[in-house]
C-alpha cells in the first residue's frame, strides 16, 4: 500500500507534528509512505519515517476553519494562494511522474482540499481528508455550503482529530475521529545547551508553561497581560515558554504584514511587553525545541490561551507527564479536557481568566497535582500512538476495499 501525505505547512510544528507522530508509528511492513509538502523544517522530520519526500515551493490552500477564513483585509491572502498555484501542479505532477502507483493521498489539514482533490485526479487514487482545525460552519455563506458539497463528492475518508472539531462538520459525514498521538520518550542525544536555561528556574514557584509559535492567534499576549496581574497579587509564578518565531520578523513582507494588519508573529511585543511590565526575572524565554519531552516535567501547569477556540497538541502532551491545563475554549469535550479534572477551561482568552485560573492552581497546588494524574490517564487512554496507528492503519485499508 502506497500513501502519499500531501500538506500546505513548511514549518514544524503542531500539524507537521501530529503526521509525523501518527506514520512514526505505523508498523506495517507493506506500507510505503511518501511525502510532498512545501520547503520548510518539517521535512526533515519525515524524511526520517518516509520511503521517499519531494519538496516544492508552495501549497495552494483555500482556508475557511473559524479563526482564519477569509474577511475583509484577510482576503488579500488568498493572492499568496493563487501564486502558488503553478508550483503546485507542478509538484503534483513531478510526483506522479516520481511515484506513478499512489493509492490513497492523505491530506494533512482540509485547507489543502483543492491540492488534494487535484492530486486524486492526477494519481486515480483514493483520498483521505485529515480536519485538524475547526470548521467554519455558517451555511448563510456559499463558501462553507461548496466546502461541504466537496468533502461530499470527493472525500473517501474523513479523520477528525477530536469530537470539538468533528462537531463542526456537517452531521451527515461519515467522520471517524482519530486523537492526535505523542511520543513521551525524550530524544536520545539532549541538547544541553538548551537545558542550561532551566537553571533560571526559581525554587517554590508554581512553574506555568506555554508551548506554541509566539503568535498572537496562540494567546501569547494575553499570557503576559494576566502574568502582570499574578505578579501584582504577589503569587511566586514563574512561566517557561517554549517555543519562537516561524516567519520572518524584518524585511519589506513583514513590513507589508504589519500595515495590513495581517502580521500575526508578535515575538518583538513579547519581549517589549515583559520589560514594561517588570518581568525580566518571571519569564523563561526558552525558544522552539525538537525535544519537548525534556521540559513538560519541568512545568506544573500548561497554559494554552489560543483564539481558536479548542485543545491544542501541547494539552495532551503535558497530561502524559501529569501535567494540567487551563484551556481556552467555550465548550471543552471530555475527550481533550474534563474541566476540573484535568484541567480549567476558561470561556475566551482573556487575561483576567487566565490569571484567576493561574491563581486557583497556585492557592491550592494539591490541586495541581491530582488534576496532572487524572490528565495522565486521559492522555493514555486517547492519545497513545500505538493505539492510534492501528485505528489510522484500519482506515487505510477500508478505504482501499470500499
Same mark, same amino acid.
Given at each position: 500500500?502506497?500513501?502519499?501525505?500531501?500538506?500546505?505547512?513548511?514549518?514544524?510544528?503542531?500539524?507537521?507534528?501530529?503526521?509525523?507522530?501518527?506514520?512514526?508509528?505505523?508498523?506495517?511492513?507493506?506500507?510505503?509512505? =511518501?511525502?510532498?509538502?512545501?520547503?520548510?523544517?518539517?521535512?526533515?522530520?519525515?524524511?526520517?519515517?518516509?520511503?521517499?519526500?519531494?519538496?516544492?515551493?508552495?501549497?495552494?490552500?483555500?482556508?475557511?476553519?473559524?479563526?482564519?477564513?477569509?474577511?475583509?483585509?484577510?482576503? $488579500?491572502?488568498?493572492?499568496?494562494?493563487?501564486?502558488?498555484?503553478?508550483?503546485?501542479?507542478?509538484?503534483?505532477?513531478?510526483?506522479?511522474?516520481?511515484?506513478?502507483?499512489?493509492?490513497?493521498?492523505?491530506?494533512? %489539514?482540509?485547507?489543502?482540499?483543492?491540492?488534494?482533490?487535484?492530486?486524486?485526479?492526477?494519481?486515480?487514487?483514493?483520498?483521505?481528508?485529515?480536519?485538524?482545525?475547526?470548521?467554519?460552519?455558517?451555511?448563510?455563506?456559499?463558501?462553507?455550503?461548496?466546502?461541504?458539497?466537496?468533502?461530499?463528492?470527493?472525500?473517501?475518508?474523513?479523520?477528525?482529530?477530536?469530537?470539538?472539531?468533528?462537531?463542526?462538520?456537517?452531521?451527515?459525514?461519515?467522520?471517524?475521529?482519530?486523537?492526535?498521538?505523542?511520543?513521551?520518550?525524550?530524544?536520545?542525544?539532549?541538547?544541553?545547551?538548551?537545558?542550561?536555561?532551566?537553571?533560571? $528556574?526559581?525554587?517554590?514557584?508554581?512553574?506555568?508553561?506555554?508551548?506554541?509559535?509566539?503568535?498572537?492567534?496562540?494567546?501569547?499576549? %494575553?499570557?503576559?497581560?494576566?502574568?502582570?496581574?499574578?505578579?501584582?497579587?504577589?503569587?511566586?509564578?514563574?512561566?517557561?515558554?517554549?517555543?519562537?518565531?516561524?516567519?520572518?520578523?524584518?524585511?519589506?513582507?513583514?513590513?507589508?504584514?504589519?500595515?495590513?494588519?495581517?502580521?500575526?508573529?508578535?515575538?518583538?511585543?513579547?519581549?517589549?511587553?515583559?520589560?514594561?511590565?517588570?518581568?525580566?526575572?518571571?519569564?523563561?524565554?526558552?525558544?522552539?525545541?525538537?525535544?519537548?519531552?525534556?521540559? =513538560?516535567?519541568?512545568?506544573?501547569?500548561?497554559?494554552?490561551?489560543?483564539?481558536?477556540?479548542?485543545?491544542?497538541?501541547?494539552?495532551?502532551?503535558?497530561?502524559?507527564?501529569?501535567?494540567?491545563?487551563?484551556?481556552?475554549?467555550?465548550?471543552?469535550?471530555?475527550?481533550?479536557?474534563?474541566?476540573?479534572?484535568?484541567?480549567?477551561?476558561?470561556?475566551?482568552?482573556?487575561?483576567?481568566?487566565?490569571?484567576?485560573?493561574?491563581?486557583?492552581?497556585?492557592?491550592?497546588?494539591?490541586?495541581?497535582?491530582?488534576?496532572?494524574?487524572?490528565?495522565?490517564?486521559?492522555?493514555?487512554?486517547?492519545?497513545?500512538?500505538?493505539?492510534?496507528?492501528?485505528?489510522?492503519?484500519?482506515? =487505510?485499508?477500508?478505504?482501499?476495499?470500499?
Amino acid at each position: 500500500m502506497k500513501i502519499l501525505y500531501l500538506g500546505g505547512v513548511g514549518p514544524f510544528g503542531g500539524a507537521s507534528r501530529s503526521l509525523y507522530e501518527a506514520v512514526n508509528a505505523l508498523s506495517d511492513s507493506s506500507l510505503s509512505t =511518501y511525502f510532498l509538502m512545501p520547503r520548510g523544517t518539517a521535512m526533515s522530520f519525515y524524511k526520517r519515517v518516509a520511503t521517499d519526500t519531494l519538496a516544492i515551493r508552495g501549497v495552494t490552500r483555500f482556508d475557511h476553519t473559524r479563526w482564519s477564513y477569509y474577511r475583509r483585509l484577510r482576503w $488579500l491572502v488568498a493572492f499568496r494562494e493563487l501564486f502558488h498555484v503553478p508550483s503546485m501542479v507542478a509538484g503534483l505532477y513531478a510526483a506522479q511522474r516520481k511515484w506513478p502507483n499512489i493509492d490513497i493521498i492523505h491530506v494533512n %489539514e482540509i485547507t489543502e482540499i483543492i491540492p488534494g482533490i487535484l492530486a486524486k485526479r492526477i494519481f486515480g487514487a483514493r483520498m483521505i481528508i485529515h480536519v485538524r482545525s475547526l470548521v467554519h460552519d455558517d451555511l448563510k455563506r456559499r463558501r462553507t455550503r461548496w466546502l461541504h458539497y466537496m468533502l461530499r463528492k470527493h472525500a473517501d475518508a474523513i479523520i477528525a482529530i477530536d469530537e470539538t472539531v468533528r462537531a463542526s462538520l456537517p452531521s451527515d459525514l461519515t467522520v471517524d475521529i482519530i486523537h492526535n498521538s505523542f511520543t513521551s520518550k525524550p530524544v536520545e542525544i539532549p541538547d544541553k545547551a538548551y537545558l542550561m536555561q532551566l537553571d533560571g $528556574l526559581r525554587p517554590g514557584a508554581l512553574r506555568v508553561g506555554f508551548v506554541g509559535n509566539l503568535f498572537r492567534t496562540k494567546g501569547i499576549v %494575553e499570557l503576559l497581560h494576566a502574568a502582570r496581574l499574578v505578579k501584582q497579587a504577589g503569587s511566586n509564578v514563574q512561566f517557561l515558554i517554549v517555543g519562537g518565531a516561524t516567519a520572518e520578523t524584518k524585511g519589506w513582507k513583514a513590513a507589508a504584514l504589519r500595515a495590513l494588519g495581517l502580521a500575526n508573529n508578535v515575538i518583538e511585543d513579547v519581549y517589549r511587553m515583559i520589560k514594561d511590565f517588570g518581568l525580566e526575572q518571571d519569564f523563561l524565554l526558552l525558544g522552539p525545541t525538537a525535544d519537548i519531552q525534556r521540559i =513538560y516535567p519541568c512545568m506544573d501547569v500548561l497554559a494554552f490561551p489560543s483564539h481558536l477556540d479548542s485543545c491544542g497538541r501541547p494539552v495532551f502532551e503535558a497530561a502524559f507527564f501529569g501535567v494540567p491545563s487551563i484551556v481556552a475554549v467555550g465548550r471543552p469535550t471530555n475527550d481533550t479536557l474534563v474541566h476540573g479534572q484535568t484541567g480549567l477551561a476558561i470561556s475566551k482568552p482573556d487575561h483576567k481568566l487566565i490569571a484567576d485560573a493561574i491563581l486557583t492552581f497556585d492557592r491550592d497546588r494539591g490541586e495541581v497535582r491530582r488534576m496532572g494524574e487524572n490528565a495522565r490517564e486521559l492522555a493514555e487512554t486517547n492519545f497513545r500512538p500505538d493505539t492510534n496507528a492501528r485505528r489510522l492503519l484500519e482506515i =487505510y485499508r477500508r478505504t482501499l476495499t470500499t
